[in-house]
């Protein structure tokens, strides 16, 4: 079996920098939070490293710091009180099974939905990852994520009725 390559902090960012960030951008619905986030996922992955033993625990982690830094970043009272007006620009790549606009209708609805509920649509769809994986990744019970999935699913079903009926 061949030895994997050492993990650094510059091939992980190579890897997984347009993962992190159109995860970062799903979380905090404007560029410049999402911006704030990829730093600081980035700069605490440079302090944890040596701690990662595979690249699949690269990626792991990576999500986990994302979604946890952006839950983090929602808990702040300033950013309960604010909301941005600003649309998220079109990546370039989104690199999902799911690549849609930025205009399509079910881009905005996803945008709309509270955010653990956008985070397990994001990891789902855009990702493609497992509901296992998003479980573990999460820190949450499987039985929990299908409920956040069924939940977001109905949310997005209302949205985007709602959007037709107008």
């Given at each position: 079996m061949p030895k994997e390559e050492k993990i650094t902090t510059e091939k992980a960012?190579?890897?997984?920098?347009?993962?992190?960030?159109?995860?970062?951008?799903?979380?905090?619905?404007?560029?410049?939070?999402?911006?704030?986030?990829?730093?600081?996922?980035?700069?605490?992955?440079?302090?944890?490293?040596?701690?990662l033993e595979s690249w699949e625990h690269v990626k792991a982690w990576l999500i986990r710091v994302t979604v946890n830094c952006a839950k983090k970043h929602f808990g702040q009272y300033w950013n309960k009180n604010v909301d941005f007006l600003e649309e998220p620009e079109r990546l370039a790549d989104t690199g999902g099974a799911y690549e849609l606009p930025e205009e399509h209708p079910v881009r905005a609805a996803v945008r709309e939905l509270p955010p653990k509920y956008r985070s397990v649509i994001h990891l789902y769809y855009f990702e493609e990852l497992t509901v296992a994986e998003i479980a573990r990744l999460t820190g949450q019970k499987e039985a929990t994520v299908k409920s956040q999935m069924h939940r977001a699913r109905e949310m997005l079903k209302g949205l985007l009725n709602e959007e037709h009926s107008l």
């Open positions: 960012i190579d890897r997984y920098a347009d993962m992190v960030y159109r995860l970062a951008l799903s979380q905090m619905k404007n560029t410049t939070d999402a911006d704030d986030l990829f730093q600081e996922v980035f700069v605490r992955l440079v302090s944890h490293i040596q701690e």
